[in-house]
């Protein structure tokens, strides 16, 4: 690592970390305006229990040492490793690399939050979160970037779709049914109250995903340009589908509709991004919206779970079509990392193993769901809020605070 | 006095104005509601997911006048507010018992004039 | 014709949607406001420093109904509104003189049915 | 019983509350409007081009009282609104015919006391 | 281009793309509440829009080849030079020159929207684009910066003076008038609805516009250093101004007028940044205000079109500023790429070919301008929403949105 | 300074550079609906002023040679230094340093108004932050960055603790109390009118201080990844101990109470983000909040000053808890620039010129909030808006200008 990418890995980190504000927003404005305050704070709690965490436990368990191909050791807790500051070591054991790492570490628990919106009990959260950081989300990272068994059987991850998009995205499907409806699910779905929010909160996360997948090239040079380049198609490609999908469905194109475009044109580019040619990224881009267009008013009316603001339906499911185009569209040329081209080049081994590290993660992910959500409950005693705090809203049932105090007539 | 109090579209409420002028009028209050009559609300879609939303934005109009005012008011209003959708609104009138200008202490009628 | 006025909470605010389907009522205008009464407000902290909120929010719902209407309108009322704490709210009756419908011009019953 | 409806300037709200607890009502309602009466709306510059906005804020109290009250609520109201420059506002007084308690369902003056 | 470059660069398209969102708010708060939705939209369309077609033909007619002096070739469409991903190729034959344009080719267009604002369809308003990005943004983008005409005569535009903001102005000039007043222009004509997101919009454009300009050396180097000076000086200056004139005129200082300045202060600095010295920034800045401010208030007035939210008089007046205070202010020691000093140093060549380059690039706004719209009247059957959609707003007319749902009292 | 760090410092000074609207947000969600206009144009007016003083004098009487210790010579006026766009010249001789400087010139006046909110003149204002930048900041930058005489006892600042928080945070408890109280105060002190609005001020100040003190290392080294890492950290440490206080004391955390938690966190860390270990940066967050929370909440309220918004509390007393924990966690092994170890190393010397060093800002801001508001009071006539205007509004009463005119009722 030289100073050009000490440049870079920083500029990325703090990218990376502004998307988890513009996840608060985006979540924000999607629920009812008496939730804003509980939604923000369930994304906002993981910029500081996220980070501690991280430097304590989290970096260690996920890139010191190896146990079993699925996990680190504690030998770097509180990042003692040798020459902490050295800009110029080689990965993993640089601090630039821990610094953006540690974003990763903060967004993806936050990413499931949204599933279990307008419902769910903050301290429940808390609980929560933390220990599904440990079961499910260092683990990962682990198997994926730390050298365990996804990076061993050959499967290849770029910025995070199995580490973040399909693990908080399945772990959010698992937890919205074990914690139960919202009281008027089916009445009224949805209630975005504020779309320039939600607007804010989308164009946040792509700005911040250029270092999210650009960083992840993890130095200042021709992968990190084209990951920039993939990104940016990708998101560009899956918005105006999804216009065109509500165009023809709907007849109207509407905000929530781009946004929630270009935040899945996002995540389906992330495992691949590094990986796959820009023409592949137009594709990547434009088919993520059918899917995810299809399970969200499909599958989900279908067995009517309540994913309050379609996480599964978004990151679980877009980051699985990720991992699969990945495994179709990979280009060895582009990137020496992948063992194999993918199924457009003539290999099929590479989609694979993709799908194996799908399974993988999935399995990962439901498993400790059920045992984050087994602690949380004991702990806290259930975590579901009551009907009268749900009609009340959460903002002031668990915090105690109105988001816009003056709405109704107090200046 | 009488109070007339119209419900009626948004997009009505700069011709409001020229109510007051045409029949010197005294004041108005207007309020933002959300109303339901014939017109049912209307629909929008969410990520693909029909919203049904019951209720559509109105504008509520206040306007206290003396009793010999009233047809005449009523009047302007319906001609402004008229579109001939469902929608257009309603106005009621009721009675008014006494009236006071906070600035002045006048009270009854003086106080609308 | 008679107006009633019923301050609720917020949160009851879909089920008045009801009413009007079972009662085949005409319409129905709905304001947010802040209220206060026995429910005398609540506490926040900000920086950990009380704030008194004297106001709590509600709505407020107008219906102009006919006079035969209003005993069974107010019971529906009382039953989706009532939870039994104190803020559950107020129902208010008062005369209406005369309704127009802005579309179509009838006036007095005719307009509000 | 009387409704009392008061238009004030927005920054008189506070002391609202101490009219309640001194005359010992039971409750208020407050919405936030949009007033034009002799107070004629005020200028804005948007880009250096003027803009007039026809309308001020106000709010607008609502306090249904029992019939010996009301001269007294309304001087109250007169005192705190009251700062002598166009805008104050107006207070009307109208009827009530029937009040209910939602919480214990009791009617008439009851309801309000 | 180096490592540094490619880090510098990278950091500059992701500042230039959040610009795109900030003039989303921008001119969003300046619409009525009703329009909001249709005003983001129109920003954010390009985001999806301006990048597909950047990456397929926009970048190749712009910078491969050399047709008549006047448009590129589609040789490299698809983007499918050689070395794609090398960082260390020269300009343009680069990924990360790429990247840092399509950013400008995505917020050149949206610029324009400001114009017809609250009153013209969105199918339209997509068609119009398209078209006008390929007839006017990339033969102007090819005249300057790819060797075209522009360049050929020796007139200099460091990052988009006449590209990107005369082009933008002069054509949303014509638009504006071509498509008609608002039902109720002269009446109420501005209604800003939420002045703090007009001050975020502009916050936004400022933050991006280091990136505009100082990305445009194309390098991390000295003269990315005084143009990231000068950007910040004019706008600094212009904010100024621009208060002591309303200080003066109207007898008090606004938010919107601060905003104002901010980016009419961006604009003016843009075509000279990386040639003018510090003390002309200041200069440059402080008189774009009063130039612009007379435009506004005076001449629109006196000729009653209706550019909704002055994109004329801000980018269309305030780029022709730009480019001539760059013909009086440029100093060849600054920058080499001027063949002549500024008129205040005693040359006056600059400043004329300045003058035809301006004079150049309003005729092929306006021609071009004729010839989006005539296709977009065709395409779309007319290009105006009707009074009744005016009346209850474009979101719902257009978007089938609100959006501040919660506002009138649903929670 | 080589070309990365040209890319890290221009990117930090753009970092930087956004934590102003940041703080304009982060007070104006504070305050009541009809002044967020006001306080949102005390923020921003700095953007104007602070960049157009500091390229005339501020970095000259900062940088440019030493009188007394105390302050610089004008040598530098208008920045015509030698070599101004030689990006290779070494600290302070160079312009990147001067833009990467001008930003916390803006910043930290800027600071003060949260403390004189809802009822200070706009005019007194603009009068105040002029002269107090004058005759408090820029001595101060000398003292500490610009070879004087805080340098020369030896204390350390790494990224402003006493230049932009200990005196920001004094004066504006001075100039609070100068001002008097305002109409209301006690009954209703606080009203935050937009909660959402505070997070994302709080936020971008978060994301803008990874430039603030990862920018200070003035390179694109390990010094800069430190610095970022102790930022994050104690943020994130600070935001968890004031959410613990709040459930303990109020029984439930707050988004304002989040954000309050990470602000204050991001003071603290300043002055020691390149001197303390991580380890101490998790400490250094975590007891801010406590000692904040104790003067916010006991010590505010026992002497009755009406500081609207705590900038004393937050940032005075944050920095100078900050300049002690350097005194305390200072490690030479990190940053060579400290002569001494902190006292936990077992060395008391470095910890009493931290005394010293804050006792001397101390006095400095009071002495200069004196002579700024002197100043003020004569120029413009009192510096109080009448109890009418504070009635109304300084939105209206300054600026003529409602935030969201159509919160009532029109569209
Ligand atoms: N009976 C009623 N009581 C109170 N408000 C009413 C009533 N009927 C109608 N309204 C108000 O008038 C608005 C327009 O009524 P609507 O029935 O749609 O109009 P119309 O039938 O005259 O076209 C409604 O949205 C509601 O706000
Ligand atoms: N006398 C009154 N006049 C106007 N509004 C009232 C009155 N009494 C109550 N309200 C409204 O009703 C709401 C609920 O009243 P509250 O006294 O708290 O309910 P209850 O005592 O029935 O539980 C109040 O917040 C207020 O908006
Ligand atoms: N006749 C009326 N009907 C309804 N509202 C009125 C009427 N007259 C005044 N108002 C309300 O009272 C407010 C203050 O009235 P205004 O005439 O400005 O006060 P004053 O003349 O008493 O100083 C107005 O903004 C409006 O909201």
Chains 1, 5, 6 share one sequence.
């Not at chain 1, 190896?66 to 050791?73: A, H, L, Q, T």
């Not at chain 1, 973040?164 to 009281?183: D, E, N, T």
């Not at chain 1, 198609?233 to 509709?257: D, F, Y």
Request: charged share 15%; glycine share 12%.
């Amino acid at each position: 690592m030289n100073y050009a990418d000490v440049s870079w890995m920083l500029t990325s980190s703090a990218l990376v970390f502004i998307m988890t504000p513009g996840l608060a927003f985006f979540y924000g404005g999607l629920v009812k305006r008496k939730n804003i305050i509980n939604t923000i704070m369930s994304s906002a709690i993981m910029m500081g229990l996220g980070s501690i965490m991280w430097v304590l436990v989290g970096f260690s368990l996920s890139f010191s040492g190896d146990i079993g191909g699925v996990i680190g050791d504690l030998k770097w807790f509180r990042l003692n490793f040798d020459s902490l500051t050295d800009a110029t070591l080689a990965y993993p054991n640089t601090l630039a690399f821990a610094i953006f790492q540690m974003m990763f570490a903060i967004i993806t628990p936050a990413l499931i939050t949204g599933a279990v919106a307008e419902r769910m009990k903050f301290s429940s959260l808390v609980v929560f979160v933390t220990v599904w950081s440990i079961v499910v989300y260092y683990p990962l990272a682990h198997m994926v970037w730390g050298g365990g068994i996804l990076y061993a059987i050959g499967s290849v991850d770029f910025a995070g779709g199995n580490v973040v998009h399909i693990s908080s995205g399945v772990s959010a499907l698992v937890l919205a049914i074990l914690l139960g409806k919202r009281k008027n699910f089916g009445k009224a779905t949805y209630h975005p109250h504020n779309i320039p929010f939600v607007f804010l909160g989308a164009a946040l996360l792509w700005f911040g995903w250029f270092g999210f997948n650009g960083g992840s090239a993890l130095a200042a040079n021709g992968l990190a340009v084209h990951a920039f380049m993939t990104t940016n198609i990708s998101a560009a490609s899956a918005m105006l589908s999804w216009l065109i999908i509500e165009r023809i469905a709907n007849g109207k194109p509407t905000l929530v509709g781009a946004s929630t475009g270009m935040v899945i044109g996002l995540v389906a580019i992330t495992p691949g991004a590094g990986f796959v040619p820009i023409w592949a990224s137009i594709i990547t881009g434009a088919l993520v919206s059918p899917i995810c267009f299809f399970f969200i008013t499909a599958v989900k009316k279908k067995y009517g779970y309540d994913d309050s603001l379609d996480v599964f339906g978004c990151h679980g499911i877009g980051g699985i079509w990720g991992g699969i185009a990945t495994g179709l569209f990979a280009d060895k040329t582009i990137n020496s990392a992948a063992a194999w081209n993918g199924l457009f080049l003539g290999e099929g081994a590479l989609l694979v193993r993709q799908l194996a590290a799908i399974a993988i993660t999935i399995a990962i992910a439901v498993v400790g769901t059920f045992i984050a959500f087994g602690i949380a409950t004991l702990i806290t005693k259930g975590i579901k809020v009551s009907y009268k705090a749900e009609d009340s809203g959460l903002d002031i049932s668990e915090h105690g605070e109105q988001a816009y105090p003056a709405f109704n007539g107090m200046d | 006095m009488k109070k007339i109090e119209a419900y009626i579209r948004p997009e009505k409420l700069d011709d409001m104005k020229e109510i007051l002028d045409s029949l010197k009028l005294n004041g108005l209050s207007v309020t933002q509601i959300m109303g339901c009559g014939n017109q049912k609300g209307w629909k929008e879609f969410v990520r693909g997911t029909q919203i049904d939303y019951n209720f559509v934005p109105k504008i509520k109009a206040e306007l206290v006048v003396m009793d010999e005012q009233v047809d005449s008011v009523v009047n302007a209003i319906v001609r402004i507010a008229y579109t001939g959708d469902v929608g257009d609104g309603k106005i009621f009138v009721s009675n008014i018992e006494n009236a006071v200008r906070i600035r002045t202490g006048e009270s009854g009628t003086k106080a609308i004039q």
